[in-house]
């Protein structure tokens, strides 16, 4: 994709993927804070002048990362079954598939969703892309089952809110320890359930 980050030549190809999977490596391990020229330059085994003439900068090479994430997130929701005509068993199979991609990387996760970088503003070329490698794929199923007095979009975007507000929140909760008494034990299953019930719940309540 041409973006702010700049073309990629076949020579190229080799040693900026070695920098996008340091960079993986980096925002994986450290989190957003390791993302410096000079961090992913010693990640990646080579000086901060090959950072600069690779990707033109910090942001050249927050782009690509930015782009390689969405990339992988496609990559996991292409492997759902094709839709089954069922709405809810459809946006449920999505829905979990992408709590799955958040929960393995939650550092990764608010690269990609959060301001979790100060005064980094991704590429608008690649704010698209972001929207059709994630948002697009829910509204289509979402699509599928809205009442035809219903605005889809509409739909969708309360679907994808309440997934993502969700997901977030359990990202939230995970990394600190509960108050007294909270009603939702820290394991896996209550997460699950609850997320599962929330979908379902505003499934049901826009008549999906």
Known sequence: MATRHGHTGPADTHSRERFLQAALNVLVDQGVAGLTVRGLAGAAGTSTIGVYTRFGGRTGVLDALYERTFELLHDELSRLPHTSGNVVTDV??????YRGFALESPARY????????????PDPDLRKLARRSSYDLLADRVAQGVPADADA?????????TMHGLVSMEL???ARTPPPGWFLKPDDCSYDRIYHEGITAILVGVGS
């Open 153 to 161: 979009d509409t739909t969708g975007y309360l679907v994808w809110s």
């Open 110 to 121: 608010a690269f990609m969703f959060e301001r979790a970088v100060p005064g980094y503003d």
């Open 92 to 97: 449920l199979a999505y829905a979990h598939t």
């Open 172 to 174: 939230t909760h995970r």
